[in-house]
DNA sequence: GTCTATACTGAGATAGAC
DNA sequence: GTCTATCTCAGTATAGAC
């Protein structure tokens, strides 16, 4: 046919965003797209890179959209620094709103995430992104340790990356879903909460 | 040979935690434990439940002691409630401590909660734990609304799954790591920082 | 350059002999 | 309880048709 990658990567994303990575053969990719098993590895040279490939289609805009924001809130020059809020709200809304645009974003990513297939990818395309964010969250936080501000960003992301991955389900109550706006609103007030909070371990304390 | 059935599960303990639960397969399991490939689905059926029996070797222990402290820290009849950071810590700590006992624990644990391969599994087997601890919490923070007290407590799992599967690398800045507990007494202060946080998200601006 | 057909290796699972 | 043989399905590799 005219597009077969064009075919292969829409297929890909609606199925692994639906069954998951590990769950969608390729098989099964291949069947519902009308193409053959190896024009996948024709054009894509392994299952793992067609997903770097759903990801980079995905998560690239977001992260245009994110350095741009940083971009604004630098060039305020504000003399001491952005506000942690400000610097969250610059990170997480991009994501928010791709996901107001396109439903199948969360999904996708959320799938990957919650999969555990992201560490790669995250540190190939991720890395300017979060190593910007991560300098300017440092500026805004001058008061800790280097050691406990990597470890709240560790947190952070935690939260973020199971926020992703679907419905806070623990405790059997169900309740009807919220817009993705909202949940993320929420995040960056329990984030911005956490990077706040008074340190409990004294710095001399530290184990090894 | 004798016991059969506890050489495969202190082998497939030691591989999973060293090399993950997908990239462990059972044929590496049985040749270093020096079984037959049949006997694993004699004794557990399938790879998964083997998996289960290895979580709930490890994980029984620390969920029997949280119950414990939460027993204590209630039967204190305390007036309003106990204080969110005392739930935190009746939770985390038995984890830490699980920890310094046994090197292998968090191993274990986190590479489960980074393949995502807890979902079933956690609900079977810390429902009784965590819905205890859920309406302990949500004592402690009456002022919350439900979606909102749900949502961050949501967000607390995923800073704590996160926080067992690895260094917070993200940043590439490395550094030595640290022991478990200290770790977790991050986490408490950061977790409870959140939950103490203002809300964002006024009651009537929420979607759907 | 693109795509098809087919074969290879290794995974988890299972039936049946001992 | 244990072991052999075998099944199905996965991702991958390659030879060759257009």
Partial sequence: MIDTKGKILDTAERLIGEYGYSATSLRHII?????????????????????????????????AERLARLDRLEAGGESPAPAVEK??????????????????????????LSEGLMQGILEKHFQTVTGRYFRALRRALPVLSDEEFRWRLHFMIGAMAHTMCGQPDVTGLGGPSEGFHSRIERLIGFVAGGFHAP???APGTEEK
């Fill in 31 to 63: 069947s519902e797209a009308g193409v053959n098993l190896a024009a996948i590895h024709y054009h894509f040279g392994s299952k793992e890179e067609l997903l770097d490939e759903l990801i980079v289609r995905k998560a690239g805009p977001v992260n």
């Fill in 87 to 112: 610097v969250l709200e610059a990170f997480f809304l991009p994501m928010a709103e791709a996901a107001d645009r396109d439903p199948g974003f969360v999904r996708l990513m959320g799938r990957m």
């Fill in 199 to 201: 340190v409990r371990v």
